[in-house]
Every structure is written in structure tokens, then in C-alpha cells.
């Protein structure tokens, strides 16, 4: 482990022993150059919106064997206008139309809790728990819903840990696992501009592939950083967010912070020699 690496480790330590709540992390390499960075990487927390990841995986998956047609047109139902994020709950039901594949967009791009609770009944959440099995990521499980509070209460929560978000997000960019189409499919909607602390900490011509997600408590981050030269996966999860902390504006300072470090560490070893001289 090189003395870099030690030191930014040491940093990030210091910020997250000062947190009142839990902060998880894991971040890898995609290319290889330099060490990892773990914070509680195997402890359970709720996913919020980013298990809508995996959602979108098994989507694309079922449109590569034929299964679903993405260019089928549904009617806005309802009965899945819901509350929380996104934009079809202030749409007119029954009128509305848009394809599959429009809800699907939806559901990366905006967070929409009405698109994701349609495909979560289109695509089958037993499918998608069945592919991440099949993925090697048993601890990652979607379970209920967006916005079913009665499965909230009840503790049937969509669950994962900080390796786990990231290591899918390496079988998208290694295409280890899935088909070009499907790696290719997600990626492209996970690269569409969204807010998040992961965009907040890298600079704006840095591409990036995310996902945020928040709810009571809980904010959550995963993400692929296209540093050229050096790219790599990031998962960042918070849990038991002080009351103290209205809108998590503390929390969302203290993510920069760790993400910069991040961030810091890998582009320096994507831009240097292994001797530390500076190549670009």
C-alpha cells in the first residue's frame, strides 16, 4: 500500500470519525492503478433510489431476450400515482402515454417513483433479486416499492451494502456478467446529467455514470467516474442522519469532502508515474 494512499485513507477516517451517524464507502480502480477505499463496505443499508439500478439491468435485459418491447406504449394508470420524486404523479392518469422505455428513462433520470413502481410490475422484482444472485451480490435485494410505507413500517426494506453497488457498477463497465447491450443500455441512462454528491466532487468535464438516493435518515450515491486514464466505481451511503441535520446539508458536505479525497487519490495516480513524477 503506498504512502499516498495511506494518507488519504487516514483523512477520510478522520472525516468519518467525527460523523454522528454511519457512513459506508468502497471505491475501486476500473484500471487497475491503485489501492481501494472501504468504510463499513459490508454493513446493510437501505438503497433509497439506487436500487433502481439493478431494476434497470434486468429491464434491459428482458428488452435483449424479447421479452418486454420497449417501444410498447402503457397508459399512465391510476392507481401508481404515488409521492416523493419525479414528475408522473403531476401528470393526468388514464391520458398520459409513454413507452416502456420512456418510464425507464424516467425512472434513472429523474428518480420517478410512478415509473419505477410501473416497471418494478413489469419486470418483477423477483427477476431482477434473481439476477443479482446470479451476479454474486446476495446482500443487494429489492424488495418493496417506492413509497410503500406500509412495507417500510413492516422492516421489508430494498437492502444493500457499499460492495456490493459497487462491484455492479464494475460489472457494467467490465461487462463481466452481462451483454454488451445491457451494460451499454444502463450505462447510457446512468450518464445522463443528474444531481448528486459524486457530480458535486468531480470537475464538470469528468464524465460520470450515477445514481443518488434519499429518504428519512438515509442519503446514498453510487457512481462511475470516467477519469481519464483512471477510472473508477464509487458507492457512498449514509444512515442515521442527525435530526440535527435539516435537508442533510451537512451530510451532503461531508460526502464532497470524502468523494474529493477520492476523487484526489486516483486522479494523481492516473496522471503520475508510480515513482510520483507527474506525466500530465
Request: hydrophobic fraction near 35%.
Amino acid at each position: 500500500m503506498s504512502s499516498l494512499h495511506i494518507k488519504t485513507e487516514k483523512k477520510i477516517q478522520e472525516i468519518t470519525d467525527d460523523y454522528l451517524g454511519i457512513i459506508g464507502l468502497y471505491a475501486i480502480s476500473l484500471d487497475g492503478k491503485g489501492g481501494g477505499f472501504s468504510i463499513n463496505h459490508s454493513e446493510t443499508f437501505p438503497t433509497a433510489s439506487i436500487i433502481k439500478i439493478p431494476l434497470l439491468m434486468e429491464y434491459s435485459r428482458k428488452v435483449e431476450a424479447g421479452e418486454l418491447d420497449p417501444m410498447e406504449e402503457v397508459t399512465l394508470p391510476e392507481d401508481y400515482i404515488c409521492g416523493g420524486s419525479g414528475v408522473l404523479q403531476h401528470l393526468t392518469p388514464g391520458v398520459t402515454m409513454l413507452t416502456l422505455e420512456d418510464y425507464a428513462t424516467l425512472m434513472i433520470v429523474i428518480s420517478d417513483n410512478v415509473a419505477t413502481n410501473i416497471m418494478f410490475d413489469r419486470v418483477g422484482n423477483q427477476d431482477v433479486n434473481r439476477l443479482l444472485n446470479e451476479l454474486g451480490l446476495p446482500d443487494t435485494k429489492l424488495r418493496r416499492k417506492m413509497q410503500a410505507f406500509r412495507d417500510i413500517r413492516s422492516e421489508n426494506e430494498n437492502i444493500t451494502v457499499p460492495k456490493d453497488m459497487t462491484t455492479l457498477l464494475s460489472i457494467l463497465y467490465t461487462e463481466e456478467g452481462v451483454s454488451e447491450f445491457v451494460s451499454k443500455s444502463a450505462l447510457d441512462k446512468l450518464k445522463l446529467w443528474k444531481q448528486g454528491v459524486i457530480r458535486d466532487s468531480v470537475p464538470d468535464e469528468v464524465d460520470i455514470a450515477d445514481k443518488s438516493g434519499w429518504m428519512g435518515g438515509v442519503l446514498c450515491n453510487t457512481g462511475i467516474v470516467y477519469h481519464p486514464g483512471n477510472a473508477y466505481a464509487v458507492t457512498i451511503m449514509f444512515k442515521h442522519v442527525p435530526r440535527s441535520d435539516e435537508n442533510s446539508l451537512k451530510t451532503k458536505n461531508i460526502a464532497r469532502k470524502i468523494l474529493g479525497l477520492v476523487h484526489g487519490y486516483y486522479e494523481e495516480l492516473g496522471a503520475a508515474s508510480k515513482y510520483g513524477i507527474r506525466m500530465n
